[in-house]
């Protein structure tokens, strides 16, 4: 008897699952290896907020309640932080689920969607998973080419993502620069600025994003996350800024009970720690300068950074590197994924880590021609 399957749409056959950082835990099964740090998917290397930790062992024995569907006391917190109203933010399981949230409301099929090259997958997923298309811009010098992005809109054009600090490159666009792209961009465009780094951004160029959404803006989105500088990864935390009637729409394709309620209680906490915010960001800037030290002494050419990781050319396979590096017992991530088969990123670490990942990359340099 031929089995036969039940056939999947043919929308999402071209969809490349997306693959994550390794994990320690796995290079540990594999390799046999107890020390292992991972520097390959921009986690804050300090940890979480201790009051975060905290909030967590208190709320634990509360989880067999359903959370607040509508996070209603992390809006709060957020809308009073943000200087915004809580109509005009949107809270997702993850930035990621926000961006899924994104093409399921505006996105139909034949829609394009135009995103940087390189820059983050999940762009390009919240297109293809609703039968759109995702138009690729090339960056010019590891930035996105705004100029050429806006040149691509078309009457098909439904979202455009500008990653500000830019994954995997960590460069900026400037207030400037977004100024002049807003005013190119039709009203019909919904304009995603994805800001999972800002809190590292140390350049006075940055643009002040939460204006154009307080200003009334009704074509433009802020996403944020609480997984980056916060520490929270592994509890799921975003959300966006825009109109009210973009969160409206949002909300009719977000799932009941998406953020869970110990994550709620973690992110409100996390957000009133501001010496731990300030703290991470001391730790990234020390860090920052030390590789960028270490690089250049290395002879590496590196992509200045605006985020917690740094883009740098080894002059080698990506993946042999990567490979070495791993039975040594440090993670990071190859730069073939973004198509720069012989480039690295790595996250900056706390003082110690960031020493042993350049101990480690010494040693594999010279093994690999």
Do not use: W
């Not at 093409?103 to 940087?116: K, L, N, S, Y």
């Not at 990864?233 to 009941?256: F, Q, S, T």
Request: proline fraction near 6%; charged fraction near 25%.
């Amino acid at each position: 008897m031929v089995k036969s399957y039940p056939a999947c749409r043919e929308a999402i056959l071209d969809i490349k699952p997306y693959v994550p950082g390794k994990p320690i835990e796995e290079v540990q099964r594999e390799l046999g290896i107890k020390d292992v740090i991972k520097l390959a998917s921009n986690e804050n290397p300090l940890g979480p907020s201790p009051d975060a930790v905290m909030a967590l062992r208190e709320a634990a024995e509360k989880i067999y309640l359903y959370p607040d569907g509508s996070c209603y006391y992390l809006k709060q917190a957020l809308a009073a932080k943000l200087e915004v109203s809580e109509e005009q933010l949107i809270i997702g399981n993850g930035t990621d689920e926000i961006l899924k949230m994104l093409g399921e409301a505006f996105v139909d099929p034949g829609d394009e969607v135009i995103v940087g090259d390189p820059t983050f997958s999940e762009y390009e997923f919240a297109a293809q998973v609703m039968g759109g298309r995702a138009v690729k811009v090339p960056c010019r010098d590891f930035r996105l080419d705004l100029e050429a992005m806006a040149g691509a809109v078309g009457p098909r054009t439904r979202l455009v993502f500008l990653c500000n600090p830019n994954n995997p490159t960590g460069t900026i666009v400037s207030q400037e620069e977004v100024d002049v792209f807003l005013n190119r961009v039709p009203s019909h465009v919904l304009v995603v600025l994805d800001e999972a780094y800002y809190e590292y951004v140390t350049s006075p160029a940055y643009p002040d994003s939460l204006a154009y959404v307080r200003d009334g803006r009704p074509n433009v989105i802020v996403l944020r996350t609480f997984s980056k500088i916060y520490g929270l990864a592994g509890l799921r935390v975003g959300y966006g800024i825009a109109h009210p009637e973009v969160i409206k729409a949002l909300n009719r394709v977000r799932e009941p009970f998406n953020v869970n309620s110990l994550a709620q209680v973690a992110a409100r906490a996390a957000l009133q720690d501001e010496y731990h915010v300030g703290k991470s960001r001391e730790v990234n800037n020390e860090g920052k300068e030390f590789l960028y030290e270490q690089f250049r002494a290395l002879g590496l050419k590196y992509v200045p950074t605006e985020s917690n990781f740094i883009f740098v050319d080894i002059g080698r396979d990506s993946r042999e590197v990567f490979k070495k590096m791993l039975a040594k017992g440090v993670i990071v991530r190859t730069g073939d994924i973004f198509g720069y088969p012989t480039f690295l990123r790595i996250t900056i670490g706390t003082r110690r880590q960031n020493q042993r990942l350049i101990d480690a990359l010494r040693e594999v340099l010279s093994e690999v021609p």
